[in-house]
Nanobody, 119 residues
Framework: QGQLVESGGGLVQPGGSLRLSCAAS????????MGWYRQAPGEQRELVAV???????NYADSVKGRFTISRDIAKNTVYLQMVSLKPEDTAVYYC?????????????WGQGTQVTVSS
């Protein structure tokens, strides 16, 4: 019943910037992590960045120093600020929220937003 709504994707030139947003509905409880994954054509989905409920962050080596994940707890929203974009960043980016309520862990996924980096 929970919903994640993504926005912010688009077409940019190499070296450009984008900010992705993902808003989780209020019906999602027990959030322990919020993160971003991406999937390029013909490739497996990979973790890009994650932020925990405590505020700790982790990034894929390929995006360290270029991408920043952040959150607005009050709005149940996670952001991904992307700078110095490269063609290899081209992918569909998916927001993912992990929850834990009692002994039950669950994942919620956004619909995906296309990021294309091309001249």
């Amino acid at each position: 019943q929970g919903q994640l709504v993504e926005s912010g994707g688009g077409l940019v030139q190499p070296g450009g910037s984008l900010r992705l947003s993902c808003a989780a509905s209020g019906s999602i409880f027990g959030i322990v992590s919020m993160g971003w994954y991406r999937q390029a054509p013909g490739e497996q989905r990979e973790l890009v960045a994650v932020i925990t409920s405590a505020g700790s962050t982790n990034y894929a080596d390929s995006v360290k120093g270029r991408f920043t994940i952040s959150r607005d707890i009050a709005k149940n929203t996670v952001y991904l600020q992307m700078v110095s974009l490269k063609p290899e960043d081209t992918a569909v980016y998916y927001c993912c929220v992990g929850t834990e309520v009692g002994s039950l862990g669950s994942e919620y996924w956004g619909q995906g937003t296309q990021v294309t980096v091309s001249s």
